[in-house]
């Protein structure tokens, strides 16, 4: 064999595995067919932080009563457009450059060209050179995800785009419709109206941001919606979008599909959900067929499936597997596969995976929300119990101005045991990992209540929240 173990793409997922093995001391090669880094690093969180903090920068300047409340005062701010698209594209350029970097040094082998499964632990390589075979004991395949475009929907990358465009800034349209309100969606309604853009988010389910826990959701409309003058179109579908100038939606109720109102806007963000990266990767040749519209069918161990067993020594990791979308959740499963290929079997712990979206102020959970906790309840027969802190209330919050916020603890009744944790206000998506954390070791209210936290500081939401939980009593 050429290799104990090679990966098909280096995103964050190929590239967390392939440190994490050379690390084992398996050698080890990474095919990639674009970019080093893959969606994160070129198209994803990296870029899209880096708007954010420029854009949030802009937001907080420009709210002059919060600044003079701290006692400041400034002249005319400006910005410039340009300048904040180089930013970003800086980061992406000064990180694509690390990570390729880092895996040279460590000796992982970096080949260039679109990988293919050829069999049992064969994969071939479209090199510019042409095509190479390489044998390895052991295959990942972590080839990601691409943005969804629903029929009917015609991407031009100028008018309509996706945030494969989005993340360049290109331009800034005066009026933007945004076509979903997932966390993607709502991170660029937070980018475009900081920088003086006009959003029109229009979401095909009966209620905006559909993930989110109902409570945090309704106070995101209230703080990151309402006063932005976001205009909300729920429940309609957008069946047509034609692009121009200007961009044409025909929008339909979601569900008589009839066309009720056209509208007219400079520009239009299409952020619709992803779908995986499952062509053309050869998948035919071990007979494995993919499930729910592209996803490689794998098992807790993330071995590839083929009807229902697994095919020896390959393996799937990151979005391709569909499991909890996000890079964290790649690199997480890299690291188990590696594991795993090493004699020291592991499986991911999605349950206590956080997510979080960057808005200002931002919002994050881990586990699950009030619905699907009850209705978990229900069918284990336990009862829930929630309780509720606000950053109003919250020290250091109080003395940041930023008390716009709200923690959320679903815990069992019975036992204590934290069924999910949701947390909209300022450093959300850090003040979750305590969460996250607990969540993993399956702690319950009743073993964080006398963990210390400092003062003052946003994490005593938390200790505040497991003493009304415990002892029914307010920490502040
Ligand atoms: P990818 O990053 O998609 O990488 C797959 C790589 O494989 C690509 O480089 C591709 O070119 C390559 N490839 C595919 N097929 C082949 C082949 N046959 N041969 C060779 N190479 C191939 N997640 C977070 O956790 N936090 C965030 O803040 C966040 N923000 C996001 C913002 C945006 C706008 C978007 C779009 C996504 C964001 N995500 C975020 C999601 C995150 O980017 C993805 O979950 C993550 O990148 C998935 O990693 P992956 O390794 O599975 O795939």
Redesign the pocket.
């Known amino acids: 064999m050429d290799y104990d173990l090679v990966i098909?793409?280096?995103?964050?997922?190929?590239h967390g595995a392939a440190i994490h093995a050379v690390g084992c001391g398996l050698k080890t090669a990474i095919?990639?067919?674009?970019?080093m880094g893959?969606?994160?690093v070129n198209?994803?969180?990296i870029p899209?932080?880096a708007l954010l903090a420029a854009s949030g920068r802009v937001r907080e300047l420009h709210n002059t009563h919060h600044l003079k409340n701290l006692g400041i005062q400034l002249g005319q701010v400006s910005f410039d457009r340009e300048q904040i698209a180089n930013h970003a594209d800086n980061i992406v350029t000064k990180l694509r450059g690390d990570l390729t970097n880092s895996l040279k040094r460590l000796g992982v082998d970096v080949i260039q060209?679109?990988?293919?499964i050829a069999g049992a632990n064969k994969v071939t390589v479209e090199t510019t050179n042409g095509e190479k075979t390489i044998t390895a004991k052991d295959i990942i395949l972590?080839?990601?995800?691409v943005p969804f475009v629903p029929p009917g929907i015609t991407i031009d990358h100028q008018t309509v785009f996706t945030?494969d465009d989005a993340?360049k800034l290109a331009s800034l349209p005066q009026w933007i419709a945004i076509i979903g309100s997932g966390y993607?969606g709502l991170e660029f309604s937070d980018i475009y109206t900081a920088l003086g853009c006009e959003v029109t988010m229009i979401e095909a389910l009966d209620q905006l941001m559909p993930t989110f826990d109902p409570d945090i959701a309704k106070l995101a409309q209230r703080v990151l919606i309402n006063p932005r003058d976001i205009e909300t179109k729920v429940g309609k579908l957008a069946l047509k979008v034609t692009p121009g100038s200007p961009v044409i939606i025909e929008l339909a109720d979601t569900k008589t599909k009839e066309v009720e109102e056209v509208l007219e806007v400079d520009a239009c963000l299409v952020a619709t959900g992803?779908i995986p990266?499952s062509k053309?990767?050869g998948l035919e040749s071990v007979n494995v067929e993919p499930i729910r519209g592209g996803f490689i069918p794998t098992n807790d161990h993330l071995e590839v499936l083929s009807g229902g067993e697994p095919v020896p020594h390959l393996w799937a990791?990151?979005?391709?597997t569909g499991k909890m979308?996000?890079?964290?959740?790649?690199s997480a499963q890299g690291v188990a596969v590696v594991e795993t290929i090493c004699g020291r079997p592991r499986a991911v712990d999605y349950r206590s995976i956080p997510a979080?979206a960057?808005t200002h102020p931002e919002i994050s959970y881990v586990g699950l929300n009030e619905p699907a906790a009850k209705e978990l309840g229900q069918t284990e027969g336990f009862e829930i119990a929630t309780v509720k802190t606000y950053f109003k209330g919250n020290s250091k919050a109080i003395a940041e101005g930023e008390t716009e916020g709200m923690a959320k603890v679903i815990y069992r009744k019975d036992t204590g045991e934290i069924l999910g944790v949701h947390i909209f206000g300022l450093h959300a998506s850090d003040l979750i990992q305590e969460a996250a954390n607990a969540m993993y070791h399956r702690q319950s209210v009743h073993d964080l209540v006398f963990s210390v936290h400092t003062h003052p500081t946003l994490s005593e939401v938390l200790d505040e929240a497991y003493k009304r939980a415990v002892f029914s009593v307010g920490g502040h």
């Open positions: 098909i793409g280096a995103g964050v997922g190929g095919i990639e067919a674009a970019d893959g969606t994160c198209r994803g969180c899209s932080k060209g679109w990988g293919k972590a080839p990601g995800s945030s993340v993607i992803r990266v053309n990767l990791i990151g979005d391709v979308m996000l890079a964290h959740t790649a979080a960057f």
